[in-house]
């Protein structure tokens, strides 16, 4: 499995309820330039429109090479999922503060794949506390040396 894009934002900004894999719907010259790295999920996020789920504002920038096949960099993309997994995410989405976040792409047996996951949005005392948590952990190591 080739990690090509991690958003470190979604896990601080949100607590994760529950992750799904989810295939992505890509043109050709997007898969070259997602396999390359050229791939920006921070911004990112999903919506559920009409019984399929869209990923929305994620950046692949567009293949160099590619001519008048790259298409608009942020476009919205259609993810493949299992309708048993759409309803759990629809069923989910009812509750007031959930979403879903782009955590973070990758190749798997040769396809393009993005894990996603129900989040609930952290309060700004959840925040500090994860701040303070990561200075402990790194003074430690700095000690340990």
């Not at 789920?53 to 493949?80: A, C, H, M, Q, T």
């Not at 309803?87 to 959930?98: P, Q, T």
Request: proline share 2%; net charge positive; with cysteine.
């Amino acid at each position: 499995m080739k990690v090509v894009a991690d958003n470190k934002k979604a896990y601080f900004e949100y607590h994760i309820l529950q992750k799904f894999e989810a295939g992505v719907v890509l043109v050709g010259s997007e898969v070259k330039s997602v396999s390359k790295g050229e791939m920006s999920l921070a911004d990112g996020f999903c919506r559920v429109e009409s019984g399929e789920v869209w990923l929305k504002n994620v950046y692949i920038k567009p293949y160099e090479k590619g001519s008048y096949f790259n298409v608009e960099p942020r476009r919205d993309r259609k993810l493949l999922l299992h309708k048993s997994e759409i309803n759990k995410l629809i069923v989910n989405l009812r509750d007031s503060g959930i979403t879903i976040a782009p955590l973070k792409a990758y190749f798997k047996d040769g396809k393009c794949k993005i894990e996603i996951a129900l989040t609930k949005g952290k309060k700004l005392h959840d925040k500090k506390q994860a701040i303070k948590e990561k200075e402990i952990a790194r003074s430690a190591m700095r000690d340990l040396k």
